[in-house]
């Protein structure tokens, strides 16, 4: 079992940043996506931004130009460096692993709050 651990939430205030780190518990291969979602209380988790084995990155409208993802794969961790914050930021962040184009990996989560 692959279990991601997720590290770097915490409480900032309006336009400061943050930068997520997600691990996996332990030396995988075949991953072919890594991504970060965000769940509000009492709604379904959403995209924040993904990132594939070479490289492509997707990431939701809401945070273009803010968010930045990358990837070590050497050491299948990925990061999410998170500017200009917004209080509508606030939310539980998830790291999501991806094997094989089938298996999902979801981390425990990490909380991340925007004061205004």
């Known amino acids: 079992q692959v279990q991601p651990v997720e590290s770097g939430g915490g409480l900032v205030q309006a336009g400061g940043s943050l930068r997520l780190s997600c691990v996996a518990s332990r030396s995988i291969n075949s991953i072919n996506e890594m991504g970060w979602y965000r769940q509000y209380p009492g709604k379904q988790r959403e995209l924040v931004a993904t990132?594939?084995?070479?490289?492509?990155?997707n990431y939701a409208d809401s945070v273009k130009g803010r968010f930045t993802i990358s990837r070590d794969n050497a050491k299948n961790t990925v990061f999410l460096q998170m500017n200009s914050l917004k209080p509508e930021d606030t939310a539980v962040y998830y790291c999501?692993?991806?094997?094989?184009?089938?298996?999902?990996?979801w981390g425990q989560g990490t909380q991340v709050t925007v004061s205004s």
């Open positions: 990132i594939t084995s070479d490289g492509s990155t």
């Open positions: 999501k692993i991806q094997r094989y184009y089938i298996y999902s990996y």
